[in-house]
């Protein structure tokens, strides 16, 4: 994601799962604060198609996207 104006265009989904150190992005749109936001973290652990963020994120970004390394959608945030 280059600029906010990225963020309303479909993005592509990733051929591969994040593995373990890989750079991701969150994104997600806070009906609270009525912005976009935008954060990155480490993959902290990869297994079966699912993985852990050290991203700063809350519940309120919960269904928002994950971005790769390589700019495609990695998986949805989901929060617990």
């Given at each position: 994601?280059?600029?906010?104006?990225?963020?309303?265009?479909?993005?592509?989904?990733?051929?591969?799962?994040?593995?373990?150190?890989?750079?991701?992005?969150?994104?997600?749109?806070?009906?609270?604060?009525?912005?976009w936001a935008r954060t990155q973290g480490l993959v902290t652990?990869?297994?079966?198609?699912?993985?852990?963020?050290?991203?700063?994120?809350?519940?309120?970004?919960?269904?928002?996207?994950?971005?790769?390394?390589?700019?495609?959608?990695?998986?949805?945030?989901?929060?617990?």
């Amino acid at each position: 994601l280059n600029s906010s104006s990225d963020l309303g265009k479909p993005h592509q989904l990733s051929d591969a799962d994040p593995a373990q150190d890989d750079l991701v992005t969150v994104v997600a749109h806070s009906e609270r604060l009525g912005a976009w936001a935008r954060t990155q973290g480490l993959v902290t652990q990869a297994q079966d198609g699912a993985f852990q963020t050290d991203a700063v994120v809350d519940s309120a970004q919960a269904g928002g996207p994950v971005f790769g390394e390589d700019g495609k959608v990695a998986g949805l945030l989901a929060y617990r």
